[in-house]
C-alpha cells in the first residue's frame, strides 16, 4: 500500500518562502514520478510542479515558473517544493502525487497519478 504525507504547509506572509514535503511509504518511491498540485476554495486542481520517476526532468504550472522549486530524494523517499516569493494567489491546499508509469517526460495531468496524499493548507496573507 503506497500513502504520501505531506507536510510543511503554513501561514506566511506574502513575498516569503515555505518547504513543502512529501514522504512515501513503501519501497517504490524511486520508480514514480512525482507531481504536485493545488486547489483553492472554488477552483479546480492545478498543476503545480511535477519530475520524473529518474529526476531528470522537471516541469512547471505557468503562474509560479521561477518561484518554485521541486526535487526528490529517493534515499528519503521524499519529494520537495520550494515555494520562494510567495503571493496570496498560491493559497490553496496543496496536493502530492504519484504515478507509476516510469514515463519519461512529466506528467500534467491529474488523471495521470495513481496516489495522492490528504493535503496541505498553504495560506499567503498580503
Known amino acids: 500500500q503506497v500513502q504520501l504525507v505531506e507536510s510543511g504547509g503554513g501561514l506566511v506572509q506574502a513575498g516569503g518562502s515555505l518547504r513543502l514535503s512529501c514522504v512515501c511509504s513503501?519501497?517504490?518511491?524511486?520508480?514514480?514520478?512525482m507531481g504536485w498540485f493545488r486547489q483553492a476554495p472554488g477552483k479546480e486542481r492545478e498543476f503545480v510542479a511535477a519530475?520524473?520517476?529518474?529526476?531528470?526532468?522537471?516541469g512547471y504550472g505557468d503562474s509560479v515558473k521561477g518561484r518554485f522549486t521541486i526535487s526528490r530524494r529517493n534515499a528519503e523517499n521524499t519529494v520537495y517544493l520550494q515555494m520562494n516569493s510567495l503571493k496570496p494567489e498560491d493559497t490553496a491546499v496543496y496536493y502530492c502525487?504519484?504515478?507509476?508509469?516510469?514515463?519519461?517526460?512529466?506528467?500534467?495531468?491529474?488523471?495521470?497519478?495513481?496516489?495522492w496524499g490528504q493535503g496541505t493548507q498553504v495560506t499567503v496573507s498580503s
Open positions: 519530475i520524473t520517476w529518474s529526476g531528470g526532468s522537471t
Open positions: 502525487a504519484a504515478d507509476r508509469g516510469r514515463y519519461t517526460t512529466v506528467r500534467l495531468t491529474a488523471a495521470d497519478y495513481d496516489y
Open positions: 513503501g519501497r517504490t518511491f524511486s520508480s514514480f514520478g
